[in-house]
């Protein structure tokens, strides 16, 4: 129990399916990330939120929209979404600002996509 | 942007042996960071590190933050089959930065 917890763990949708993953922390942390993990590849960061204001996006597709609604929560909407963007989804949280000495990182579990 | 390469990218061992991996960067961190990923799990933080030349040790796990600040080790002493995983280093710096991983097989 990493204080991170994320839902669904595994989805499969269809390429006009419209699906959201939903993460939520219990670290008191004011910063949250989405990252996508694809096989045999580094993580890739895809947005971060610090007190709740989206901070970076790193070009991410449009079909991958984020939301946070508050410090605990957040979400990655999903649509028509490709193939290729099948891969595990790692929701992450720490302490907000930029990260500097004695900052850590914690992950959910992961969210398991697969686009058919 | 800061980059860290770790090594060696895979490594097989029987079981009992000892394991060592490390972690290099271009640029100097002010923290280390050891995670476990298991397959189809998230990263699981290990070791945190905050002070160069720090020695930190969870069980059978030992890992330190190098005196340069560019590099960090971890080792896996007596290696058993749940040591299985893939093993991530990481430091913070305008964002978390992550090594590419170093899948450990353990074979029984």
């Known amino acids: 129990e990493t204080g991170v917890t994320q839902t669904p763990r595994h989805l499969v949708m269809g390429m006009t399916n419209k699906k959201s993953l939903k993460c939520e922390q219990h670290?008191?942390?004011?910063?949250m990330y989405w990252y996508k993990q694809s096989a045999k590849k580094p993580l890739e960061l895809m947005f971060v939120?610090?007190?709740?204001?989206?901070?970076e996006n790193n070009s991410v597709p449009s079909r991958f929209s984020p939301e946070c609604p508050n410090s605990s929560h957040l979400f990655l909407h999903l649509h028509t979404l490709q193939p290729e963007d099948s891969a595990l989804y790692l929701c992450?949280?720490?302490?907000?600002?930029?990260?500097?000495?004695?900052?850590?990182?914690?992950f959910g579990e992961g969210s398991w996509l697969t686009v058919v | 942007g800061q980059q860290l390469n770790q090594s060696p990218q895979s490594m097989f061992i029987q079981e009992g042996e000892d394991v060592s991996m490390n972690c290099t960067s271009s640029?100097?961190?002010?923290?280390w960071l050891w995670y476990k990923q298991d397959p189809g799990e998230g990263p699981v933080l290990l070791i945190a590190?905050?002070?160069?030349?720090e020695l930190t040790s969870n069980g059978r796990l030992t890992a330190q933050f190098g005196i340069t600040r560019k590099d960090s080790f971890l080792n896996i002493s007596a290696s058993i089959p749940s040591d299985v995983g893939i093993y991530f280093c990481?430091?913070?710096?305008?964002?978390?930065?992550f090594g590419t991983g170093t899948s450990l097989t353990v074979i029984p």
């Open positions: 670290l008191g942390h004011n910063a």
């Open positions: 992450a949280s720490s302490h907000p600002g930029s990260p500097g000495a004695g900052n850590t990182i914690y």
């Open positions: 990481a430091g913070p710096g305008n964002q978390f930065y």
């Open positions: 939120y610090s007190l709740e204001e989206r901070v």
């Open positions: 590190l905050y002070k160069a030349g």
């Open positions: 640029s100097i961190f002010n923290t």
